[in-house]
């Protein structure tokens, strides 16, 4: 009888093994690649949101009659978009915003803060329960700061520290 009866089945056996390794390292390298490209994708929708409100806050940017900036209008410490309402009838989003009906400074802005609310909803991933991803404005000295904080782990929670976010800074 040979020795060596089998030897080649076994050569054959480990060979599969190697390549059914190589195969889920190849199967998890693309889904890593995947999400990786799904939450750049959600950052630069993030930075473009940004910028549309920043552009917004500064083609308002005239001075009411105390002297204080339109732009501080749009500040808000919590905003949540889901709350961000703007009922049909005689309300800033349907009062003007055409050719005929043109807007007031403040109205302008509230018209600004529901489109960008909006643009915020539709853009960003929803995390469980259609929890929606969040936008602030606030102001210090005279640097405005815009963040936006989105739930990218979908873990149902926005948090600074596990969440993706985005924040801007700039003066007017």
Do not use: H
């Amino acid at each position: 009888m040979n020795k060596n009866a089998g030897f080649t089945l076994i050569e054959v056996l480990i060979a599969m093994i190697v390549l059914a390794i190589g195969l889920l390292g190849l199967a998890m390298l693309q889904t890593t690649g995947l999400s990786t490209n799904q939450a750049a994708y959600n950052r630069s929708q993030a930075v473009q949101l940004a910028s549309d409100i920043v552009d917004r806050m500064r083609t308002n940017n005239s001075l009411d009659a105390t002297g204080k900036p339109y732009a501080d209008k749009y500040l808000y410490a919590f905003m949540k978009p889901k709350d961000a309402t703007c009922a049909t009838g005689n309300t800033p989003c349907t009062a003007c915003g055409s050719a005929e009906k043109l807007c007031t400074p403040t109205q302008l802005a509230v018209k600004d803060l529901y489109d960008w609310n909006q643009a915020l909803i539709s853009t960003l991933p929803k995390g469980k329960d259609d929890l929606v991803a969040t936008g602030t404005i606030t102001k210090s000295g005279e640097v405005y700061t815009v963040t936006i904080l989105w739930d990218e782990n979908k873990d149902g929670s926005l948090d600074a520290a596990t969440d993706a976010n985005f924040q801007m800074k700039f003066r007017l």
